[in-house]
């Protein structure tokens, strides 16, 4: 397992090399200032203005321009976007997911083809693989700049994990296997209580933002041998189909819906805000959970429950993050799969008045010198030059920055409108790898060493949705069954009995025969069927 993690940091770097050490650093300076618009097609989005931190002062002066951010009020971001587009109030920018929206938008003509501009599609076609930029076209025409987009595989975000102390108060037992896990979460359950007198939760998983139970699904499936591609949709028998057609899936839920009854489960798993489940965590209730561990670069519950509980921990469950179930090999078993695509897309709108100022400065972004600067600052802060391999030297590991530091250089926050995920690995990986054992970062020790040899990469799963009309019959029928799972899945898991788990399960499967589940399934298989001759398939196990 190594081995591979050093392959792949390997492979990633050359890429990293490969795309010359600071693109773009030698161009003419635009000598006329700049102002844009860019606009965050997301309610939740965290959203810091431009130009009060020092990377954003950078571009400032790099690029001459100002840029205003803008998200739309809560609950209210696609009665905006239909607004803008209905008044032709569009912002200069918008970023966006790779949804019915965004390719409505395209055919109506309200995005600029970023073809029209060499410079900017030079440096895409050098960091991203020809496949990508292809399945990211609409109708030949490449209207975003993709985020996160990748050449391999890295990092990884959802695993289980334990707390140290009630592990340890319950015996270190061996935790390879799920039903390992499971007397885990039995002798927790048995325990009952903290040494403060706290009540033990044997199991939790991270928040569920849509209610619908995807992160028990995800650690429960993966067990069982299934496939989670991110999308409640899979391959079963090498067709494209809901996840509730695979008998590992039923298994799966079966035995979620058996932990549930036992009480192994946190009683408030289904109604816990983010908030609500931290304070658990940060406590030492949580015995055992599914939870995204990288949320420690920002949360940084670790060292708030070290500071409530001098001594304790949370860890990663290994030997490996999905335990195995009904003893199948762990070969069997996959890991988190990602695309080559990334997440979601950065677009260019007809309301610019010069789009390729804009591209020219994401596609920056994109390059090493952008990743640098926008990952560790500016030249001047935290480093002040490169080593030979072309890595900043930091004058203080990042795990001694504090969060003023942080919030002073605006690190990360530009990346998020256009992140290659590739050069940000490669090089947090390489500087993490440098430094004192007791002064790496644990989130990015923990993705290169350990999570990153088990995720696999493929295209076979992308663009699935776009194959339907949000309006047409299948579109509408595609939402009422969507939405039925959502509100009833998590009663399958929360059923009394496992005839009435089961029971439900079925009805779920009718309700979707009844409601043109069968059609939407054969044209996603079609589009599945169209990417695995393209590009080929990751199922090899």
């Not at 130009?51 to 002062?57: A, F, H, K, V, Y």
Request: glycine share 8%; with cysteine.
């Amino acid at each position: 397992m190594k081995k591979l993690a050093s392959f792949l940091l390997a492979l990633i770097l050359t890429t990293c090399m490969l795309g010359g050490l600071f693109a773009l650093a030698d161009e003419t300076e635009p000598s006329e200032p700049y102002a844009y618009t860019f606009y965050y097609d997301y309610d939740w989005w965290d959203v810091y203005d431009w130009g009060t931190n020092e990377i954003s002062l950078w571009y400032n002066e790099k690029f001459n321009v100002d840029v205003t951010l803008e998200k739309p009020d809560a609950d209210a971001a696609d009665a905006r976007l239909n607004l803008m587009i209905a008044g032709d109030e569009l912002p200069d920018a918008i970023i966006m997911e790779r949804n019915a929206n965004w390719v409505k938008m395209a055919r109506m003509g309200l995005f600029v083809p970023l073809n029209d501009f060499p410079d900017v599609m030079a440096i895409l076609e050098e960091q991203f693989l020809p496949s990508t930029l292809e399945e990211l076209s609409i109708d030949g025409k490449l209207y975003g700049i993709p985020n996160w987009a990748r050449k391999a595989a890295s990092g990884g975000n959802y695993v289980w994990m334990y707390d140290q102390r009630l592990y340890e108060l319950c015996g270190s037992p061996k935790l390879e296997t799920l039903e390992d896990l499971y007397d885990f979460a039995v002798a927790l359950r048995e325990l009952g209580t903290t040494p403060e007198g706290l009540p033990i939760i044997p199991f939790m998983s991270d928040f569920f933002e849509n209610g619908d139970g995807n992160w028990l699904a995800k650690a429960f499936y993966r067990s069982f041998g299934g496939v989670y591609p991110d999308i409640w949709y899979t391959a079963v028998d090498g067709r494209l189909q809901h996840m509730m057609r695979d008998p590992a899936f039923f298994a799966a839920t079966m035995e979620m819906n058996r932990w549930w009854r036992e009480g192994l489960i946190g009683e408030t798993q289904f109604t816990d805000d983010e908030d609500m489940i931290l304070e658990k965590m940060v406590n030492g209730r949580i015995g055992l959970m599914f939870y995204d561990f990288s949320k420690d670069e920002y949360l940084n519950y670790r060292s708030t429950l070290a500071d409530t509980i001098p001594g304790d921990d949370i860890r990663l469950v290994k030997p490996f993050p999905f335990p195995p179930a009904n003893g199948l090999p762990v070969e069997k078993i996959y890991g988190d799969h990602q695309s080559t695509l990334g997440w979601n897309v950065t677009n260019i709108t007809t309301s610019a008045e010069d789009p390729e100022r804009i591209a020219l400065m994401w596609a920056h972004f994109l390059t090493r010198e952008g990743t640098i600067v926008n990952m560790y600052g500016p030249q001047g802060f935290m480093w002040d030059e490169l080593d030979e391999q072309g890595l900043p030297i930091l004058k203080k590991p990042e795990s001694e920055w504090t969060e003023d530091e942080m919030t002073d250089l605006g690190v990360w926050v530009y990346l998020e409108q256009c992140g290659n995920s590739d050069l940000v690995d490669g090089i947090k990986f390489a500087i993490n790898a440098m430094l004192p054992e007791e002064q790496r970062n644990w989130v990015i020790s923990e993705q290169s060493e350990y999570i990153t040899p088990t995720l696999w990469i493929s295209d076979e799963f992308e663009n699935l949705g776009l194959t339907i009309e949000g309006d047409s019959e299948q579109g509408i029928n595609r939402t009422l069954c969507e939405d039925r799972f959502t509100e009833f899945y998590p009663q399958i898991v929360m059923a009394e009995t496992p005839e009435e788990a089961e029971k439900l399960y079925h009805e779920l499967l009718a309700f979707f025969d009844e409601y043109g589940m069968p059609e939407i399934e054969a044209i996603y298989d079609a589009k599945y069927q169209d990417n695995v001759a393209r590009y080929g398939s990751g199922l090899v196990k």
